[in-house]
């Protein structure tokens, strides 16, 4: 009678032991799955607003980063406008024009005012002044050894474009770009190695505002290299500076623009990052500042991988915080089960 009254009892613990053991892990089964989803879903959605944050808050930066950039363009180029109008007396100039063919004062007063010009900016890489009516040109360059004053004599240089635009434009200044230009395209004696572009502008009398002779100055690279270094271009990016016209003053670097053979003309200020074309592996977008007084636009192009890497990489800090908070969850909850039916083992 003892031993089936024990073996009863041990029946029972066992069959308690077993049911406790199936309940808790039913119970942590049944937690655990509305914790993985809970978390599970939370990392999804969080996962996919620190993903867009991460992304505008990139472009974002981008942006910000072009627009003091092109500021400081905008500013350089606005000056570099004023600074090309006589800083004589302007009645001066014109009479010099006029007279310096026989008068040796007027002709010293010409050499001096194009001195003083240039060496007045660091950048000037030389200056020019093309009197029509004598088809000659006053000329001071850095490209000699030594930097004088020197008049030569050249028929063609009305003939190119940028003289007839010159004579032609009512605000009398032209820029011009000299990427793809050549020698015959400008027509003076220029290292176009060491310059980037050039300023036209027709020097016209007070009252009949007929042109007497066209100023020519040719810029350097000294300043817009110090300016285009805040751009801070990771590898792979690229970067364009555009006049309203949409003709490129500068970019970093040629070979990847002209493989590129995009349409300016439709590059334009937007809000938005535009898919541009593709190269490579690399799809590129457009992130476009265009200055505050709508002279000129600067656009980096950067490729889709650097977009998306801060938005993976927000990502990954996402998944792994989920996955940490996810295993401590249901240890938690192991625990806790395990505590809450333990009573039932000593029922």
């Known amino acids: 009678m003892r031993f089936i009254t024990m073996r009863v009892a041990w029946w029972m613990r066992n069959l308690q032991e077993r049911l406790s053991r199936k309940l808790v892990n039913?119970?942590?089964?049944?937690?655990?799955?509305?914790?993985?989803?809970?978390?599970?879903?939370?990392?999804?959605?969080?996962?996919?607003?620190?993903?867009?944050?991460?992304?505008?808050?990139?472009?974002?930066?981008?942006?910000?980063?072009?627009?003091?950039?092109?500021?400081?363009?905008?500013?350089?180029?606005?000056e570099r406008r004023q600074f090309i109008f006589p800083q004589y007396q302007y009645e001066q100039v014109i009479n010099s024009l006029q007279n310096e063919d026989?008068?040796?004062?007027?002709?010293?007063?010409?050499?001096?005012?194009?001195?003083?010009?240039?060496?007045s900016k660091p950048d000037i890489q030389?200056?020019?002044?093309?009197?029509?009516?004598?088809?000659?040109?006053?000329?001071?360059?850095?490209?000699?050894?030594?930097?004088?004053?020197?008049?030569?004599?050249?028929?063609?240089?009305?003939?190119?474009?940028?003289?007839?635009e010159a004579l032609q434009n009512d605000q009398q200044l032209v820029f011009s770009s000299l990427l793809s230009s050549t020698q015959g395209d400008v027509g003076y004696p220029v290292d176009l190695n060491k310059s980037f572009m050039a300023y036209h502008r027709a020097i016209r009398t007070i009252f009949l505002k007929e042109p007497k002779a066209i100023i020519s100055i040719f810029f350097n690279t000294t300043v817009r290299d110090q300016i285009i270094k805040d751009a801070s271009l990771s590898p792979n990016e690229h970067i364009v500076l555009l006049s309203h016209e949409n003709v490129?003053?500068?970019?970093?670097?040629?070979?990847?623009?002209?493989?590129?053979?995009?349409?300016?003309?439709?590059?334009?200020?937007?809000?938005?990052?535009?898919?541009?074309?593709?190269?490579?592996?690399?799809?590129?977008f457009d992130i476009c500042d265009m200055s505050e007084r709508g002279q000129w636009k600067l656009i980096k192009f950067i490729t889709s991988e650097q977009i998306y890497k801060a938005a993976l990489a927000s990502r990954n800090i996402s998944y792994a915080v989920g996955l940490i908070f996810l295993i401590i969850s249901i240890t938690l909850i192991a625990l806790t089960t395990k505590a809450i039916t333990k009573p039932l083992k000593n029922f």
């Open 26 to 78: 039913k119970i942590i089964l049944l937690l655990s799955f509305v914790i993985v989803l809970i978390v599970g879903s939370l990392t999804i959605i969080s996962t996919r607003i620190t993903e867009n944050e991460a992304m505008k808050s990139m472009v974002t930066t981008t942006k910000n980063n072009l627009k003091l950039v092109n500021q400081n363009f905008d500013n350089y180029f606005f």
């Open 102 to 119: 026989f008068e040796y004062m007027s002709q010293q007063y010409l050499e001096d005012y194009l001195r003083v010009l240039f060496y």
């Open 126 to 164: 030389g200056i020019y002044l093309y009197v029509i009516d004598k088809n000659k040109y006053y000329y001071i360059t850095h490209d000699e050894n030594v930097s004088k004053v020197r008049i030569a004599v050249n028929q063609q240089i009305p003939s190119k474009k940028w003289f007839q």
């Open 248 to 284: 490129p003053f500068y970019w970093d670097n040629p070979a990847f623009f002209q493989s590129m053979e995009l349409d300016w003309n439709r590059i334009d200020k937007n809000d938005n990052t535009n898919l541009i074309g593709e190269k490579g592996d690399n799809q590129y």
